[in-house]
């Protein structure tokens, strides 16, 4: 399959620093951990890895400091087919996240600090727009800076490109951001934080939906863990059930599989209900494995296990 139109994602990357343990510490406790491992990770740098493996013409647009883990950075993306467009920024530090992962079940709690990346700037964009505007697809998050990611989608916006808000991890937003957005993609707990909707059933999530594009977003996808995603829009409403490739390891980066997934499909021309269930397997299979930007699928791992579904 052709790498279709470009991608371009704004986000952040950060050093994962991930620890496996029974239980979560109490506050003034120290308790024995099971295991420690350190990867990329980064809701934007994860969705740029997922875009990447499989097979997407993507582009990466962040700022890191000048330190070890900026050359794990650019490692990772090189191994993943990402092309990046960096700002080094020697004054500050490349981003990390304290990521815990409870083994019984495989559920996690994270601390970002995002570094670098805090210091995007609309400027910064501006200096990009070419980029951006150049893209088929566009995707940011909410762990940078949001003036920098309301310009990015003004530009992209207004170049006719198809642009995707994954309003993570949940912040209160501008108004006139949802209307930059062909596409928003919350989980339940985004939804309900945009939206004051609580969503535990399918019927929650096709209300929230509707608040979402009563602001004037033109498609919401809201992802539901082990429900699979609802892909609404004016015209339609659709459940797409999970995609199960195994049993769960760790769901960690599941959400960013997804995006980047659907980034990729919607950039190759997919229609958006197939480009929904080609994300739900692209994190079926992410789940599967540990890690968050590891645990990325390739393009034929993918079509196998939509071919067996």
Not at 123 to 141: C, K, P, R, S, W
Request: aromatic share 4%; net charge negative; glycine share 12%.
């Amino acid at each position: 399959m052709a790498s279709g139109n470009p991608v371009v994602i704004l986000g952040v990357f950060v050093a994962d620093t991930a620890y496996r343990a029974d239980r979560q510490p109490r506050m003034g406790e120290t308790i024995l951990g099971n295991s420690f491992k350190l990867g990329p990770g980064g809701k934007g740098s994860n969705q740029a890895v997922a875009a990447g493996k499989l097979g997407a013409d993507i582009t990466f647009l962040t700022r890191l400091g000048v330190d070890a883990f900026a050359d794990m950075a650019k490692a990772t993306w090189k191994d993943a087919g990402v092309k990046s467009a960096v700002i080094d920024t020697p004054q500050s530090y490349t981003g990390a996240a304290y990521i815990f992962i409870e083994e019984t079940t495989g559920n996690n709690a994270i601390i970002v600090s995002p570094g670098a990346a805090m210091l995007i700037s609309p400027e910064d964009i501006e200096a990009n727009a070419g980029l951006i505007g150049g893209a088929g697809v566009f995707v940011t998050q909410l762990e940078q800076p949001i003036d920098a990611a309301l310009r990015a989608l003004e530009i992209a916006r207004g170049a006719g490109v198809t642009t995707i808000l994954n309003p993570a991890p949940a912040a209160k937003l501008p108004d006139r951001i949802y209307t930059l957005c062909d596409y928003v993609t919350p989980n339940e707990t985004e939804a309900e934080e945009l939206t004051g909707i609580k969503v535990s059933s399918i019927d929650d999530a096709r209300r929230a939906a509707d608040s979402l594009l009563k602001k004037g977003v033109g498609s919401v996808v809201i992802t539901l863990g082990e429900k699979g995603a609802l892909l609404h829009t004016a015209d339609r409403s659709d459940h797409v059930p999970v995609v199960s490739a195994g049993p769960v390891v760790e769901t960690t980066g599941a959400g960013d599989a997804f995006n980047g997934g659907l980034a990729a499909a919607l950039a190759k021309g997919v229609e958006p209900l197939q480009a929904v269930r080609f994300a739900c397997a692209v994190a079926g299979i992410s789940v599967t494995r540990p890690g968050t930007a590891p645990s990325m699928p390739t393009l034929q791992e993918v079509e196998a296990l939509l071919a067996k579904v």
